[in-house]
């Protein structure tokens, strides 16, 4: 439910709307906003019915039932667009924010030269994988700590924020120690343990879409780190399984539309899992940018062909450079166009 306060409506008014919603067994979210003040009432209890009637309460203006089931990371809840700070870049902002890097992190050259090209060529974030998620127990796992010291050296060097991915509950305080931001790979979306331990950490949390995931439960998995009080929740979404074999998961850029329309959360593209396709990469990069996506995640190596992970779906580096000045150069038409 949502109680949408007065404009006029005073601090005790508001503060008796909250301890009522509370008393009847939800949690009350307060959203301040410029003109008024929104609280969200979440939870279950059958009480449901007493929040109906705080319609009659002083100072309340209405109160509204929450079309879908996630509620915290409804746009109906919060319509201000949420931007997620990480280490000094904003997503959500209106700025394209590019995180690129390799797909695992194989060593201090490979992850050092990587990071000094994309920096150069303007990405604003760095990625790179110390625990791999392998769809076989015989492929190259991850080189674990010391791929974190590695990223943790690059990014002191290039200022360069970075994004990596925490596997499994026992891994998170040591990957909170060197990353800026943690991501939640496809496989674990709905690793609901995990999802509630990242809820208690306050570092800003990538959460990739499932391969299988409808929306619905992708933005459930959200709710989960928003309602377990971890609010700098990025989304980002990286392919689906259909029944099309050409492309390695197919880019679901509906999803990015649609996402932008019913979350006020930041929604990022990942056009490298999103296809398996270096050639497709660019040209996906662009339709997720005109489908509104507020960034990219794209997978860069030194030698793709010598890529102990995901060598076919990276850009080399002189490929990266110029997939960024084409983006560059298209934002500045749309500038000019406007
Ligand atoms: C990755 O980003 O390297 C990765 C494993 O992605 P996903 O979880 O989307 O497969
Ligand atoms: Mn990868």
Redesign the pocket.
């Known amino acids: 439910m949502i109680v949408n306060m007065s404009s006029i409506a005073t601090v005790e008014e508001i503060d008796h709307v909250i301890e009522r919603i509370q008393e009847c067994g939800f949690q009350a979210h307060v959203i301040q906003g410029t003109e008024r003040t929104v609280i969200g009432a979440v939870g279950s209890s059958d009480r449901r019915a007493e929040l109906q009637a705080l319609r009659a309460a002083p100072g309340v203006e209405e109160v509204i039932q929450i079309a879908h089931p996630f509620k915290l990371v409804s746009r109906q809840l919060r319509q201000r667009s949420t931007v997620v700070s990480v280490g000094g870049v904003e997503i959500g902002a209106g700025d394209l924010v590019v995180m690129a890097g390799p797909?695992s992190v194989e060593s201090r050259e490979q992850l050092l030269q990587t990071a000094r090209a994309v920096k150069a060529a303007g990405a604003d974030m760095l990625?790179g994988?110390a625990y791999?998620?392998r769809t076989s127990p015989y492929d190259f796992q991850g080189l674990g700590v010391a791929a974190l010291r590695i990223l943790k050296e690059a990014s002191d060097e290039t200022a360069l924020p970075i994004v990596t991915?925490v596997m499994s509950e026992a891994d998170v305080e040591i990957v909170a120690e060197y990353a800026d931001m943690l991501?939640i790979?496809?496989?674990n979306m709905q690793n609901f343990s995990l999802l509630r331990k990242l809820a208690r950490f306050k570092r800003p949390i990538l959460l990739?879409r499932g391969p299988s995931a409808t929306i619905k439960e992708w933005l459930l998995a959200a709710e989960y780190l928003l309602a377990g009080g971890n609010a700098n929740v990025v989304l980002?979404e990286?392919g689906i399984k259909t029944f099309e074999t050409a492309t390695r998961n197919t880019l679901d850029l509906s999803a990015v539309a649609l996402v932008k329309e019913l979350s006020h959360l930041p929604v990022i593209a990942?056009p490298s899992?999103g296809t398996g396709l270096r050639s497709l990469v660019s040209p996906m990069s662009k339709a997720a940018v005109a489908a509104g996506a507020d960034g990219l995640?794209v997978?860069v190596h030194p030698c793709p062909e010598r890529a102990l992970s995901?060598g076919p779906q990276s850009l080399d580096l002189p490929g990266f450079a110029e997939m960024m000045k084409d983006l560059g150069s298209r934002r500045l038409r749309e500038m000019m166009a406007a």
Do not use: I, T
Request: aromatic share 0%; proline share 6%; charged share 50%.
């Open positions: 797909c990625r994988g791999k998620p991915e991501q790979g496809a496989r990739k980002c990286r990942d899992h995640m997978e995901d």
